[in-house]
């Protein structure tokens, strides 16, 4: 979110777990219209295909909200 206040397009990718201080974070900010993904929780006891399998099923939205796709 730091990034976006200095001009460069980005996403938070965060688990469910983190929705509330998320949103807390950008109305701080006053960022409303931050973009941010949630995967869901927990990620801790996933295993490494599994969290392989979400950052593939993830991807293309977090790309195209950094390219307006």
Do not use: N
Request: aromatic share 4%; glycine share 8%; no cysteine.
């Amino acid at each position: 979110m730091v990034t976006e206040s200095k001009g460069v397009p980005s996403v938070s990718v965060i688990t469910s777990t983190f929705t509330r201080a998320a949103q807390a974070r950008v109305t701080f900010l006053g960022m409303p219209g931050a973009r941010i993904v949630v995967l869901p929780s927990p990620l801790a006891t996933r295993s490494t295909d599994e969290v392989r399998q979400m950052a593939h099923e993830y991807a293309p939205e977090i790309v195209g909200l950094l390219t307006g796709d």
